[in-house]
């Protein structure tokens, strides 16, 4: 089983900064969310992990999927 540690030392060692991309029109409502994906495309990220469920009810946003921790977790446990 991953420990702690070795998540946040793979976090650690993946970790890129960007800005984000400008969003103007984006299928998940909150405008607030929109930094959200505007960084995940700028990073060419495969998947959001988020426990926002405005955001995690779309499943997929930008051929971005969007995972709950939980899903996320599963999805690591299975490598």
Do not use: Q
């Not at 994906?37 to 426990?51: S, Y």
């Not at 955001?55 to 899903?71: C, D, F, M, W, Y």
């Amino acid at each position: 089983m991953i420990k702690i540690r070795e998540i946040i030392g793979y976090l650690s060692d993946n970790i890129i900064f960007v800005d984000p991309e400008k969003i103007k029109n984006c299928v998940v409502e909150d405008k607030n969310d929109w930094a959200i994906i505007g960084t995940a495309l700028a990073a060419k990220v495969k998947i959001i992990v988020t426990g926002d469920k405005g955001i995690l009810k779309h499943k997929k946003v930008n051929g971005i999927a969007i995972l709950s921790p939980r899903e996320f977790w599963e999805r690591l446990s299975k490598r």
